[in-house]
């Protein structure tokens, strides 16, 4: 393939030039085939029937033809289009003269010939070339007819020549504007293209800048948020502290409005200490250094924990807080027991917190066991009687501080980061969280986890 083009084309500054040079390269090498073939043929007939003066005549035709293509192509490739072009049509020209007597040539089965060089000379020079190699043939055919007694030049025929000229002017003409006119295009589509590349280019280069900016605001918020949360945590911890001390009459007894009035000030410190710890793992998570402790646990006990933590603040509201763990789940499951106990407080304390009346349910169980897939899991599902969740709130409530913007919410406290720490711990530990929810009627959230072979992971 590159061997063909490198004898095919010719590299050229000018598109039309490399054009023309690679088309009359093509009709070289066809004309150099018939001659080698007419040659072979005719050395044959020669070996055959003996050389008279018709044949060798012939052979020495061929081999001008042959020798004479070989010398276009050598200018061609090395020195100019337009000679070697030129050089073409005239030996073209002066094959055909030769070809047949002159009497064929001039009005006979020959004169036909002579339109090749005109169509030729068109595609191969300039479109109005055609009309030189009319002339050329016109003064050939004149000249041949001069030397034949009785003959004069044959105007209808040079008259043809020229017609014919014309028609090849005019598509050669044609062929050439259509050309000019996709370079054009291509030419400025090529602008088009660089136009917007450099606008993507400068685009992106902004793009990356303002995302380094944010990237930048982003640590130093999590910096901040991490290094505030630290300061308050120690102060409200010692007012929770002594609160409880104050509470357990350790300075005193304390009358009953005191009592009342500490109370407040324990369940509000508590609720801070709460926000600030989210905080801190909100701003842990943001900065990848949240890291899980993991070890086997028992899942009933964690759910008994719950339970104690949580049942009287569903009573205190007249709700009912059940649990169930199914009977296929293992007595020992491996993960960390912390952070599922987090995430387990955080949805059962949302249930409780939007639910007015009915009950609060969480469920422990095999979300697939028997149904046989590889995949072993284990989730927690916490459901409630509650308001529900509209569906275009359903996966924005999982965004950092990002609550739903109804009265039900507004009535209770909180920042909206509960549910993105809930969704974050869960796919830190390989599982991922669903809510289904109907309004009016309630919500299911559902931790799906990956259930890890004790074994295994100990091992
Ligand atoms: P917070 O409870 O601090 O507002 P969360 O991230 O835990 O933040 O919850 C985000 C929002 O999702 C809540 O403000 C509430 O609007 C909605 N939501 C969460 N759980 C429930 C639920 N069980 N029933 C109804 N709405 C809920």
Known sequence: MTILNRIL????SDPDDARRRRLLNILLIGVALISVLGLIALSLVALIQGADQTISMALRGAIFALLGTLGIFAINHTWSGQVASLLFVLLLTTVFTLSDEPRQVVDGRSVFLFTIPILMASVLLRSWASFLAAGLAGIVISLLALTIPGYIPPLPTIFGFFAFALVSWLSARSL????????????????????RTRELRDANQQLAQANERLRELDRLKSRFISMVSHELRTPLSAIQGF???LLAGVYGPLAERQRTALGRITDNTQQLLHLVSDLLDRARIEAGQLTLHNAPFSPAGLVEDIRSTLDVLARSKGLMLTTEIAPDLPDELYGDEGRLRQIMVNLVNNAIKFTEVG???VRLYRPNHGAGTDEALWAISVSDTGPGIAEGDRTRIFDPFRRVDDSATREHLGVGLGLSIVKELTELMGGEIQLTSMLGEGSTFVVTLPLHDIEEVSA
């Open 9 to 12: 084309n010719v590299p050229s």
């Open 176 to 195: 050439e504007s259509a050309l000019e006119e996709t370079r054009r295009i291509n030419r400025e589509l090529d602008q088009r293209v660089e136009l």
């Open 243 to 245: 609160s409880e001390m």
């Open 359 to 361: 009950d609060v349910r």
